[in-house]
C-alpha cells in the first residue's frame, strides 16, 4: 500500500524567500506530524494535527513558519522569509491515531530544503 | 519535559554478533510509550519496535528486542544476529500520554556499523 508521500523530495531555495513543502499521509491516518531534522541531529517535533482538533504548534521554532491540513488529509508546511538556519531535512509522519496511544508513526522520505 | 538521551555516537559489531544500543529517558508522566526508529543512509525512517510504560514483558520483533529497566529509566535495543543491513542510524524516542503530547522526543541517535 501507498505509505507517506512528500514533496519535493529537494528544495533549494535564496534566503528570504517562501517554501511550501507538502505531505499526503497514508489513507486513513487521523494524525500527522511535521518534524526537522538538522545535519547529524535528531528529529525535532514542528506540529501536530489530530482529526479536526486544534493542532499542536508547539514546536513551530518561529512565526515564519506555519502549516495547515486540509480536508483532514494533505498537509503544507510553510516557511517564509527562509533563512540559512532552516536549511535541514522536514520530515512528515502519519500515525493510525495519536502517538501516546501507542501507535507507530510512519515516516514520509522527508524533503531536503537548502536555503542559499 | 521529556527527555531522550543516548551516549554512544556510533558503535561497531561484527555480523552475526548481537549488540545493544544504549537509550535512557526521563518523564515525570506515569504513562508513556518508547520506540525505537532506524534511519539508514537513504533517510527514511523506519519504525522498529513499541514499548508501553505498563506493559510486564519486554516487546520483541524479530531479531529486535527492547531492554526495558523502568526503574533505571532505560530502553536499550537488542540486535541479534546482525546483519550487514542493519547499518544505519538508531534512534529512541518517547511519547508521553497524559500531557497530551503526541508528538516523538527524539535522541540523538546511535551511528551503527557492522563489519563483515
Redesign the interface.
Known sequence: GAGVSQSPSNKVTEKGKDVELRCDPISGHT?L?W?RQSLG?????LI?F?GNSAP?KS?LPSDRFSAERTGGSVSTLTIQRTQQEDSA?Y?C?SSFR?????Y???????TRLTVL | AQKITQTQPGMFVQEKEAVTLDCTYDTSDPSYGLFWYKQPSSGEMIFLIYQGSYDQQNATEGRYSLNFQKARKSANLVISASQLGDSAMYFCAMAARQTGANNLFFGTGTRLTVIP
Open positions: 494524525a506530524y518534524y541531529q535528531g528529529l525535532e517535533f501536530y489530530q499542536d514546536g531535512v520530515l509522519a495519536g502517538t501516546s496511544g501507542g507507530e508513526q510512519f515516516f514520509g522520505p522527508g
